[in-house]
């Protein structure tokens, strides 16, 4: 069953991936949720979501206070990610 919320999510994802891979969001940039979702106009909960899913790849490290702060080694964290999530599926 298609979730409209659900698809959200995964665009947001999405797009805040492509911003840490290809620079346009630095290493050490910190970003307060709050603010994201206002600029981006989705609910406070889901820019929440987005960003536990951008920690779980490896992407961004969370902190307290609703922030979260862009990791260096962004690259070797996703294509770790990927060649596991392959590894699972074989």
């Known amino acids: ?3 409209p919320l659900a698809h959200r999510l ?3 994802v999405q797009r805040y991936r ?5 620079k346009r969001l630095k290493p050490g940039q910190e970003i307060r ?7 981006q106009n989705v609910p406070l909960p889901l820019m929440r979501s987005c960003f536990r899913q951008l920690a779980n790849m490896g992407l961004v490290e969370l902190r ?3 922030r979260a702060v862009i990791r260096t080694n962004n690259i070797q964290s996703l294509q770790s ?3 596991g999530m392959t ?3 074989a």
Do not use: K
């Open 1 to 3: 069953m298609f979730s």
């Open 10 to 12: 995964d665009l947001l």
């Open 18 to 22: 492509e911003a840490i891979l290809t």
């Open 33 to 39: 949720f709050e603010e994201e979702a206002r600029s």
């Open 64 to 66: 307290p206070g609703g």
């Open 81 to 83: 990610l990927e060649f």
């Open 87 to 89: 590894r699972r599926r």
